[in-house]
C-alpha cells in the first residue's frame, strides 16, 4: 500500500504546536535563569551563604534548590540525628506494626513542602552514574576537603541506591522520594560541617 500523505495544512499544523512546544521550553529556561539570577544577587551579605555554597557540592543542588532548603530549614544544627530533617521535611512514611507485621504507608508531607519539592527536583540527577562534572567541580573547587568528603560520599551512596531501586522495580516517583530524603541528610551533613569551629572533626560523621 502507498505511505499515506500528510495533506499540507496538517504539516502546517504540526509545525506550529511543535514551535509553540519550542517557545514553551525556552521560555521556561529564561524564567529559571531569571530567578536564579535573581536569588543569587540576593546573596551576598547574609548569614546562610556559606551553608548555600557548601550544600550547592551535592549533584542536583543548584542556587535556586539550595537557597530554598536553607532558607526553609534555617539552622541546620538543630537536627542531632540524621533521621530528623528528613521527618522535619515529611519525607519518612509511617509505620503501622501489628504482630510481626510492619507496614508502612506514604510520605507524611510534614513540614516546608517548598523545600521537600526542591530537594526531590534535585535528587532527579542521581539517576545517572555518580561522576563530578566540570560544572559542579567549578562549585567545589573553592569548599573545605570535608565539605567535598560528604559530597561524594552521597554522590555514590544515592547512584547506587538510585539504581538499585529502579533495578527492583520501584515506582519513580518512590525512587525521587527516597533519593530526597537521602539528599536530606547528606544536606545536613554538609551544613553542619560548614558551620562547624575549626578542626572539629567530628562532622565527618554528620
Same mark, same amino acid.
Given at each position: @500500500?502507498?505511505?499515506?500523505?500528510? #495533506? ?25 535563569? %531569571? ?10 551579605? #547574609? ?10 557540592? @551535592?549533584?542536583?543542588? $543548584? ?5 530554598? $532548603? ?7 544544627? %538543630?537536627?542531632?540525628?540524621? $533521621? ?15 504482630? *510481626?507485621?510492619? %507496614?508502612?504507608?506514604?510520605?507524611? #508531607?510534614? $513540614? ?15 539517576? @545517572? ?12 573547587? *573553592? ?13 555514590? %551512596? @544515592? ?42 572533626? #567530628?562532622?565527618?560523621?554528620?
Amino acid at each position: @500500500m502507498p505511505a499515506k500523505r500528510h #495533506r499540507a495544512g496538517d504539516l502546517t499544523a504540526q509545525q506550529i504546536v511543535l514551535r509553540e512546544c519550542i517557545d514553551a521550553v525556552a521560555d521556561a529556561g529564561a524564567r529559571v535563569a %531569571r530567578l536564579t539570577g535573581q536569588i543569587a544577587a540576593l546573596l551576598p551579605g #547574609r548569614s546562610l551563604v556559606p551553608v548555600v555554597d557548601a550544600v550547592r557540592a @551535592m549533584r542536583g543542588v $543548584g542556587v535556586i534548590v539550595a537557597g530554598t $532548603g536553607v532558607a526553609e530549614v534555617g539552622d541546620f544544627r %538543630r537536627f542531632d540525628t540524621l $533521621g530528623q530533617p528528613m521527618a522535619w521535611l515529611g519525607l519518612t512514611p509511617p509505620e503501622h506494626s501489628g504482630g *510481626a507485621s510492619v %507496614r508502612r504507608g506514604g510520605i507524611i #508531607r510534614a $513540614g516546608s513542602g517548598l523545600a521537600r519539592r526542591a530537594l526531590i527536583g534535585g535528587a532527579r540527577s542521581y539517576r @545517572m552514574q555518580a561522576r563530578v562534572s566540570p560544572k559542579l567541580l567549578s562549585r567545589i573547587e *573553592a569548599l573545605p576537603q570535608v565539605v567535598r568528603d560528604i559530597a561524594w560520599k552521597g554522590h555514590l %551512596r @544515592m547512584c547506587r541506591r538510585s539504581r538499585h531501586l529502579v533495578a527492583v522495580g520501584k515506582a519513580k516517583v518512590a525512587v525521587m522520594t527516597a533519593m530526597g530524603c537521602e539528599m536530606a541528610g547528606f544536606i545536613r551533613a554538609i551544613a553542619r560541617a560548614a558551620t562547624a569551629p575549626p578542626g572539629d572533626e #567530628r562532622v565527618r560523621d554528620g
